[in-house]
């Protein structure tokens, strides 16, 4: 990978600890582009992560109900899902002056779509600066996610730097995926089964929304480079001021085609069983999770039929805002003439 360019982002950027909102502040919606304007996100419905995915029920002290929205075609649980509302779950046991900064988890059993989760909290350790919280998501009396959340008070540092956000189109000027796909759909020459397989797609309830800086190749056998870049943000409206709740739907999105980009060099193999097996995350700095968001990711490896995914979601005023890092179990079989069809 080409060396990264290294930007000091003292005065433009705060550290996760500094007070949400003191960036925005810095902003007004003349200047900052990625503001939708308050017309808008009247139009807009409440996002359902908000209303229903990440709202959680409370059982009992420290344990929790969560209940399922989009399931992925593999019929088990979408991990992301689960990620989002262990962190949820563990948010709930820390003050409000306490921010979300990382987050390590393993997913040890396929989550059952047919039933909820129950989210049990160990409150690990409380510190002056740091406090740790350890989450359990268990179905049928067994654990299918172990988590480990780490949250800290405000504490500005004259220590910051990050990254360039890559060069990309504006997200007005890209269309989204369900977009993409009409306009392949309206292909006569298009293979019946890319067809059906594209209106699947689309029939799909994912909750977020993505622009690819790219557009993919659907059904088509084309080699790339293990990197992605999409702009992504949650359907409908969230609103500012709450920084944990950014945090839960952030990992949420993070989550959603991020393993695939270790896939992207080898066209010519089919998956046959990929799967995440852990999820970690590191939260900078305040962002809103229902505004686009730059997703670069990249697979710097792969092997032992695993492949690992590193990604960067940077704040559309150039902030990098959270980094990400997976592996997963990645299962595939060479492409045959017959199965191309
Ligand atoms: C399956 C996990 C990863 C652990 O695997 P293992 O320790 O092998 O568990 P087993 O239960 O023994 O086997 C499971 C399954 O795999 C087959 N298997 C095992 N080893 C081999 C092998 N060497 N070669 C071939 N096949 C093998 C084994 O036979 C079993 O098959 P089955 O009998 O047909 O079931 C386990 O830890 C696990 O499942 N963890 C949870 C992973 C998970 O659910 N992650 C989150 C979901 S993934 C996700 O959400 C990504 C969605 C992205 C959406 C998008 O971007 O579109």
């Known amino acids: 990978m080409a060396e990264r360019e290294v930007k000091d982002v003292a005065g433009v950027a705060e550290s996760v600890c500094d007070p949400p909102g003191a960036a925005e502040s810095q902003l007004s919606a003349e200047d900052d582009s990625s503001v939708r304007p308050a017309a808008l996100y009247k139009q807009d419905l409440k ?6 995915v990440l709202n959680l029920e409370q059982l009992d002290a420290d344990l929790y109900r969560g209940t399922h929205h989009w399931v992925p075609r593999t019929q088990r649980l979408f991990g ?23 987050l390590h988890c393993y997913f040890v059993r396929a989550g059952d779509p047919k039933v909820p989760v129950l989210y049990q909290v160990d409150r690990t350790r409380d510190g002056r600066s740091f406090t740790v919280r350890s989450v359990k998501a ?8 172990i988590c480990q959340a780490s949250f800290q008070t405000v504490q500005p540092s004259p220590l910051q730097h990050q990254f360039t956000m890559p ?15 009409r306009l392949y759909l309206s292909k006569p020459d298009l293979a019946e089964k890319s067809r059906q397989g594209l209106n699947k797609l689309l029939a799909s309830d994912v909750p977020i929304e993505i622009k690819p800086i790219q557009p993919p190749h659907f059904y088509r056998v084309v080699k790339a480079e293990p990197k992605t ?13 709450n920084m944990k709740l950014h945090c839960c739907v952030a990992a949420y999105v993070s ?9 992207l060099p080898y066209p010519n193999y089919r998956v046959q069983f990929s799967a995440s097996l852990d999820h970690a995350m590191w939260f900078h700095t305040t962002f809103r999770s229902d505004e686009w968001m ?6 710097p490896w792969a092997g032992g039929c695993r492949g690992l995914v590193q990604g960067r979601l940077w704040r559309r005023d150039g902030v990098l805002a959270v980094s990400c890092s997976q592996e997963g179990v990645l299962r595939v079989k060479p492409v045959t003439e017959s199965s191309k069809l």
């Open 167 to 181: 060069v990309v189109p504006q997200p007005e000027d890209l269309l989204t995926v369900e977009e993409l796909i």
């Open 229 to 241: 870049l999409f702009w992504v943000r949650a359907r409908g409206y969230i609103g500012e001021g």
């Open 138 to 145: 268990i179905q049928h009396g067994q654990p299918i996610l």
């Open 47 to 52: 996002s359902v992560l908000v209303t229903s």
């Open 294 to 299: 730059l997703y670069e990711c990249e697979s």
């Open 80 to 102: 992301g899902q689960i990620v989002g509302q262990a962190l949820v779950a563990a948010a709930k046991s820390v003050s409000d002056n306490l921010y979300a900064h990382s």
């Open 255 to 263: 989550d959603y085609a991020f393993l695939g980009t270790a896939l």
